[in-house]
């Protein structure tokens, strides 16, 4: 069994700089409303945040980040709003793709795609495919994602495919099932806006993560808000369930 994949069952090595960073992306609209500005300038805006932490990223080291774009609740917005995300989607990827290719990074979309417009699911595809061999970073968009959609997929094509387990199964059978099944379970969650709340995101895959929660928007979020959140992690001492005196004794 992977050390990396199932925290609760086997102890990660301990890291200093985060391997897998997952980010709750909010407040792009309050940035907006701030401005007097329509909300979709926010999210604008927010794309240009994401470049930055991609960039921070990959200067520190970080091989996994993992950003929550659009949940399945979010679907309930004002149709005018969910259009334009939509739009902006498919303009980032339109003009991001190559440049993300020429810097080594893998894209990634985890969710249930089916509800998208066809050239979406095209563009998303294409933009797997050509990026699939590529490890410097691992950017995995989360969109039409919710935790517990994620659990039963996974549940449901496990037993899809291993009836066998259908009396009963462990973390290790459903395990490469979950969405990011290949990527060690995040080290950090950082949620901007300042809710302190999952909101859905990753629920299985948080068990043992960091959490870092933040009164900055998501649009005013720069690399020193993240070496902010980076230093937090640095000072925590992650026990997996141990006591101190047993992390003095190993160390
Ligand atoms: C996060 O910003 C972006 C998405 C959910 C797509 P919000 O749009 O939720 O911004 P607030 O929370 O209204 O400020
Ligand atoms: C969570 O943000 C989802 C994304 C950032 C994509 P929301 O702003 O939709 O979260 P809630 O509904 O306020 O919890
Ligand atoms: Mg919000």
């Known amino acids: 069994m992977s050390l990396l994949r199932s925290s609760t069952r086997g102890i990660p090595e301990p890291s200093r700089v985060p391997r897998h960073v997952a980010i709750i992306m909010d407040g792009n609209g309050r940035w907006a409303k701030n401005r007097r500005l329509p909300r979709v300038a926010g999210h604008r805006k ?3 945040t994401v470049r930055e932490i991609i960039r921070a990223c990959i200067e520190r080291g970080v ?3 993992t950003l929550f774009a659009f949940s399945s609740e979010n679907w309930r917005r ?3 709003e969910v259009s334009l995300l939509m739009q902006l989607f498919v303009v980032a990827l339109e003009q ?3 440049k993300l290719h020429e810097n080594g990074i893998r894209f990634r979309l985890i969710g249930d795609v089916s509800r998208f417009d066809p050239r979406l699911q095209k563009l998303i595809a294409d933009a797997e495919a050509l990026t699939a061999g590529n490890n410097r970073l691992t950017l995995t968009i989360a969109a039409n994602y919710g935790g517990r959609w994620d ?13 066998e ?5 462990g973390e290790e059978e459903l395990a490469p099932y979950l969405c990011l099944s290949d990527a060690p379970e995040p080290d950090l969650f950082i949620r901007t806006g300042g809710e302190q709340r999952i909101s859905n995101f990753l629920l299985w895959q948080l068990a043992y993560t ?3 929660f933040t009164d900055t928007l998501w649009p005013d979020f720069d690399a020193k808000a993240f070496d902010a959140a980076i230093a937090s992690f640095q000072r925590r001492e992650r026990r997996f ?3 101190s005196e047993q992390l003095e004794e190993n160390a």
């Open 210 to 212: 960091e959490l870092y």
């Open 63 to 65: 091989q996994y980040l």
């Open 78 to 80: 004002p149709p005018e």
């Open 165 to 169: 387990l259908m009396h009963g199964f």
């Open 46 to 48: 927010g794309v240009e």
């Open 96 to 98: 991001e793709v190559a």
């Open 241 to 243: 369930g141990r006591t």
């Open 151 to 163: 659990i039963l997929q996974a549940a449901n094509r496990m037993l899809a495919e291993r009836p």
